[in-house]
């Protein structure tokens, strides 16, 4: 008899995420010509060993809260469920994904197969220098992206599918671009990081 592994990946929420540290903006509808803007809210919390968990909400009228699980590998976590740049790299392909559809569906492109294969590079210490007593530093190396399409229509109408949903999608745009951040540190109730760039 096999003991079955206990993995999860995620779940509808039965509440919001609820930040103490911001304000979620409510949704606003946009008068065409203006863009439409929306937030993505996320609050997570560690648990033992690696395991983490968050919920997450789309602020977009019709998108559910989520609950989802994070673990790393044997031994330094359980393997419970997929690390972070694991959903980080599969947001990525998955935008990508949503626009091409989107995109040939509006502009009745025939498609009879797209699939979508993707790779990214990370270089990290943490398993080797932190124990010599370095600090911990890690890095994306690039990220390679395949779009495989089957199709009758023309590679023109193929290309230009391809540009417009590259420039239309989100993740891709952080990837390209410079974006604001900010991150904070609070320790107890007091401010120890705020910095930004």
Avoid at 141 to 170: K, Q
Wanted: hydrophobic letters at 35%; proline letters at 8%; one cysteine or more.
């Amino acid at each position: 008899m096999t003991e079955q592994k206990d993995f999860h990946v995620g779940e509808l929420s039965d509440k919001m995420p609820e930040p103490t540290q911001f304000e979620p903006k409510p949704f606003k509808r946009a008068k065409p010509p203006e863009p439409l803007q929306f937030e993505i809210s996320l609050t997570a919390e560690a648990h033992a060993r690696q395991k983490k968990s968050g919920t997450v909400q789309v602020n977009i009228p019709g998108f559910s809260p989520v609950k989802l699980y994070c673990d790393e590998q044997i031994p330094i976590g359980d393997d419970t469920a997929p690390p972070p740049l694991a959903y980080l790299c599969a947001g990525i392909g998955f935008c990508l994904m949503t626009h091409l559809t989107d995109i040939y569906t509006a502009r009745k492109i025939n498609i009879k197969s797209m699939k979508l294969e993707q790779k990214v590079g990370f270089e990290t210490n943490l398993s080797n220098m932190r124990d010599l007593g370095h600090t911990t530093d890690g890095k994306t190396l690039g990220i390679e992206t395949h779009v495989i399409i089957e199709s009758d229509e023309p590679e023109e109408r193929i290309r230009e599918l391809m540009m417009e949903a590259e420039n239309a999608c989100m993740a891709h745009h952080a990837l390209r671009n410079p974006i604001p951040w900010s991150s904070r540190l609070i320790h107890n109730g007091a401010e120890l990081i705020n910095h930004s760039g």
